[in-house]
């Protein structure tokens, strides 16, 4: 049973554009939510976390969405560059511990020229 | 300064045999995760530790499964009795407390068990 869902694998962006990734959860515990990204070869680096507290958190050119009533949040990027191109995941945790993070499985962002 | 570390990189093993995968955790962070990583899939936590003890042990998948951390720094994830279900890239973390605080993950140690 999964409780944190990316249901798009992949997604291709045009440089410049908006990327939207979105992630479904199914526990209503979760309370602390983050994005980490993923080069080959390398291990997930954070990008951006929101609490439940909150329903928008931006850095930069990202921005997290939380829908809390819909269980639902979404990464936006703008504008896209080259470099973003990785594997992007949604991640939750059930106490603001954040000791024990679940992870989706991921979408793979391609950012094209 | 430096990350954390994980030796080996790849281990290629037989099935039913013992495999032993190291941590190096960033100096002074008191929190230490694994995490195991199948294709196609995300992260899927295995235990948590805070200083030498394991403080959630609960995503062990069986008994196969240990792990250590006697002096509250570098960890041992020890797999008995391979199986080929086994192969995934497994992943390390530390967090300068584990409240809350980011993880930092290694480039994780990809198993196969043939």
């Known amino acids: 049973d999964q409780q944190v869902k990316q249901n798009s694998p992949s997604l291709s962006v045009q440089e410049g554009r908006i990327s939207i990734l979105n992630c479904d959860y199914t526990?209503?515990?979760?309370?602390?939510f983050l994005w980490y990204k993923k080069y080959p070869a390398e291990g997930p680096t954070f990008l951006i976390s929101?609490?439940?507290?909150?329903d928008k958190n931006e850095d930069g050119r990202f921005t997290v969405f939380l829908n809390k009533s819909a269980k639902h949040l979404s990464l936006h990027i703008v504008p896209s560059q080259p470099g973003d191109s990785a594997v992007y995941f949604c991640?939750?945790?059930?106490?603001?511990?954040?000791?024990?993070?679940?992870f989706g499985s991921g979408t793979r962002l391609s950012i094209r020229p | 300064g430096a990350g954390v570390s994980q030796t080996p990189s790849n281990k290629v093993t037989e099935k039913g045999k013992y495999v032993e995968l190291r941590c190096d955790p960033i100096?002074?962070?008191?929190?230490l995760y694994w995490y195991r990583q199948s294709l196609g899939q995300g992260p899927e936590f295995l235990i948590y530790f805070q200083g030498t003890g394991a403080a959630d042990d609960s995503g062990l998948p069986n008994d196969r499964f240990f792990a250590v951390r006697p002096e509250g720094s570098v960890s041992t994830l020890k797999i008995q009795r391979t199986e080929r279900g086994d192969s995934a890239v497994y992943l390390c973390a530390s967090s300068p407390s584990g409240d809350g605080s980011e993880q930092f993950f290694g480039p994780g140690t990809r198993l196969t068990v043939l």
């Open positions: 991640a939750a945790s059930g106490d603001s511990s954040a000791s024990k993070i679940i």
């Open positions: 929101i609490s439940s507290i909150k």
């Open positions: 100096s002074g962070h008191t929190a």
């Open positions: 526990n209503s515990m979760f309370d602390y």
